[in-house]
């Protein structure tokens, strides 16, 4: 086994069984130490961050949209301190009690929210998931292990250094939260296999990372998948409203996994809605592929191709398509979407929530924008990813989403006869 991830998950194991116990005002305090010296240290950051901009600026295979989730700026880093903040203000989940109730013998039976444990994160070039993660799971009284990717390691020693720190001055084990230093994959793969010391692994990425972790892990995991989103507009739809989702949806920012990568249109709408709308995006500098009649809008729009419905672009391209009725539509979404964000622009109630129904993902919308998919627009403070399957969480993962239930029975004497 890998000599630095075994001695780092066994203090984790210890870490948590000390933040189990921590009460919630101590965990709040540390989490507001640890923003206000993310923003009293920004510059620091932000030359951490600039080495690994530079360095990856002469990678091959560089990417506009890699590059966005890579860079570090005040203002994110005040989101992410902001974030502290957010998740410090919600109520604590551990501890909760879920109903309780009285059987027959007389015994009381209920359940009650109790921290899942040690929790590995493997993820690539998205420094601020670092503060996140460390902020959510020192809430929900875990223990986190971060493994991040070779092209954000300056930035994420920086980002675990100072948040060490503020666990120290505040008397809580710094191995709560630790950052496996070494990138090279076998430190990942020996993380994916430590039953007994990791009780949940999370991976966040693209396709090919999550392929890897869920072939190859033997702790629990929790798949966050890629996000191959869509945006369906209807027939009698409001029509300037769908124009500002699409725009906002492709082009606010393109590099995350809740930007929506297929555009699907009902025919009825096709004519009006789509000529000033690819005028747009194309303004906005997105590259368009379209089905046979979206391409004859506009000749800038080249013919799509089987693999282009199935694709998670991550950059300022979006496929088009015209589709018969909403039932095309949605069979296209459940064909070819990864169970992430989807959305519907409609004037129907009754086919807004045929909508809702039939669509098979985490988060489906109505007349909103796929990009609110994110644990601070819903109110989590954060997140540890977007959950795309379907046992334990699904969606946006918060505070409760880190914790277990266990049964409390409370009895007087009983016996089984």
């Not at 390691?153 to 001055?169: F, K, M, P, W």
């Not at 046979?292 to 000749?299: D, E, L």
Request: charged share 25%.
């Amino acid at each position: 086994m890998h000599p630095e991830v075994v001695a780092k998950a066994e203090r984790a194991r210890q870490a948590a069984k000390v933040m189990a116990g921590i009460p919630t005002g101590a965990k709040n305090e540390v989490l507001q130490r640890i923003a206000a010296a993310l923003n009293e240290r920004s510059e620091e950051i932000i030359k951490a961050n600039a080495g690994d901009l530079e360095a990856y600026r002469s990678r091959p295979g560089y990417s506009k949209a890699l590059y966005d989730r890579l860079l570090l700026n005040r203002e994110r880093i005040a989101a992410a301190a902001k974030g502290l903040l957010e998740i410090a203000a919600l109520e604590d989940p551990v501890g909760e009690v879920v109903g309780m109730r009285l059987r027959p013998n007389g015994l009381q039976i209920g359940q009650v929210r109790v921290p899942i444990g040690v929790v590995g994160i493997i993820y690539e070039a998205r420094p601020n998931v670092t503060v996140d993660a460390a902020g959510l799971t020192l809430k929900s009284g875990n223990a986190v292990i971060l493994r991040g990717g070779s092209e954000a390691i300056r930035s994420n020693l920086c980002l675990v250094g100072i948040i060490q720190e503020q666990l120290r001055a505040a008397g809580l084990p710094e191995a709560a939260v630790q950052l496996i230093e070494d990138t090279d994959r076998e430190a990942a793969r020996a993380l994916m296999r430590l039953n007994g010391l990791v009780d949940l692994l999370i991976p966040r990425g693209g396709p090919a990372l999550i392929k890897t972790v869920i072939e190859n892990a033997t702790v629990p995991v929790i798949q966050t998948g890629a996000g191959n989103c869509h945006l369906y507009v209807d027939e009698g739809a409001d029509l300037e409203m769908a124009a500002a989702i699409t725009l906002n949806a492709k082009t606010q920012r393109p590099g995350v996994c809740n930007a929506i990568e297929t555009l699907l249109v009902h025919e009825a709408v096709a004519d009006q809605f789509l000529p000033p709308v690819m005028e747009k995006l194309l303004e906005a500098g997105v590259e368009l592929r379209g089905c046979p009649r979206a391409a004859s809008y506009n000749h800038a729009v080249k013919p799509a191709t089987e693999e282009d419905w199935s694709t998670e672009y991550l950059d300022l391209i979006l496929a088009v398509k015209v589709v018969a009725d909403m039932d095309e539509a949605i069979d296209h979404i459940n064909r070819y979407g990864t169970m992430h964000s989807e959305a519907i622009v409609t004037r129907d109630y009754d086919r807004a929530r045929s909508f809702l129904n039939r669509v098979d993902a985490a988060a489906v919308y109505v007349n909103a924008s796929t990009r609110f998919t994110d644990g601070y627009e819903f109110g989590l403070g954060a997140e540890m990813g977007i959950s795309t399957q379907k046992l334990h969480v699904r969606g946006p993962m918060g505070l409760e989403a880190l914790t277990s239930l266990k049964y409390i029975i409370f009895g007087s004497g009983q016996i089984r006869r």
